[in-house]
């Protein structure tokens, strides 16, 4: 018995982008953007990236709080989240990834579970971001997950664009 599985790629991402994309440049992306957006389906800057980072779900509500992205440089980005009058730092992490096409590409993070035959899970995430032309953070996220026990299998594939407004430098 085996499994093929096939994950998203920077290309496929860029690919099924839905915004203009401005040419990249390390200090349009530094800054500080608005987590979360007001439409039909909340999503939270924060969290896609945290999920980029750790296994661990993020559930608590921090949509009037602020992310805060440092490029450190060309393969290392700082994230913070910062409380709601931006006085102190919350929580931060760093991504390793590249700059590749008008994006930072970061890079993948996969859980696989295998105890074959009987149970088998894999959690993909792959994602990029980079700035429109006013300054906004795009961010295109690519989710796998699949799961197989014994002879049943399952799994759903989503591709996610996001528009982030920019707060400040």
Same mark, same amino acid.
Request: aromatic share 12%; hydrophobic share 35%.
């Given at each position: 018995? +085996?499994?093929?599985?096939?994950?998203? !790629?920077?290309?496929?991402?860029?690919? *099924?982008?839905? +915004?203009?994309?401005?040419?990249? $440049?390390?200090?349009?992306?530094?800054?500080?953007?608005?987590? %979360?957006?007001?439409?039909?389906?909340?999503? /939270?800057?924060?969290?896609?990236? *945290?999920?980029?980072? !750790?296994?661990?779900?993020?559930?608590?509500?921090?949509?009037?709080? /602020?992310?805060?992205?440092?490029?450190? $440089?060309?393969? /290392?980005? @700082?994230?913070?989240?910062?409380?709601?009058?931006?006085?102190?730092?919350?929580?931060?992490?760093?991504?390793? %990834?590249?700059? *590749? $096409? @008008?994006?930072?590409?970061? @890079?993948?993070?996969?859980?696989?579970?295998?105890? +074959?035959?009987? +149970?088998?899970?894999?959690?993909?995430?792959?994602?990029?971001?980079?700035?429109?032309?006013?300054?906004?953070?795009?961010?295109? !996220?690519?989710?796998?997950?699949?799961?197989? &026990?014994?002879?049943? !299998?399952?799994?759903?594939?989503?591709?996610?664009?996001?528009?982030?407004?920019? &707060?400040?430098?």
């Amino acid at each position: 018995m +085996f499994s093929l599985s096939s994950c998203h !790629s920077t290309k496929q991402l860029i690919r *099924k982008n839905n +915004f203009k994309i401005a040419v990249f $440049d390390k200090e349009k992306l530094n800054g500080t953007y608005s987590n %979360g957006l007001k439409d039909s389906l909340p999503k /939270n800057l924060w969290t896609t990236l *945290k999920s980029s980072y !750790s296994d661990i779900p993020t559930t608590t509500n921090k949509e009037n709080y /602020n992310v805060k992205l440092t490029l450190l $440089d060309n393969e /290392n980005i @700082n994230i913070k989240l910062w409380n709601e009058t931006d006085e102190y730092v919350i929580e931060e992490f760093n991504l390793k %990834g590249k700059i *590749k $096409d @008008n994006f930072f590409s970061i @890079n993948r993070k996969q859980a696989l579970y295998p105890f +074959f035959p009987i +149970f088998y899970f894999n959690d993909e995430t792959k994602t990029i971001i980079g700035n429109d032309w006013n300054g906004n953070l795009i961010l295109v !996220s690519g989710k796998i997950n699949e799961a197989m &026990i014994l002879f049943i !299998s399952g799994g759903n594939r989503s591709v996610n664009n996001e528009q982030f407004k920019r &707060i400040k430098n």
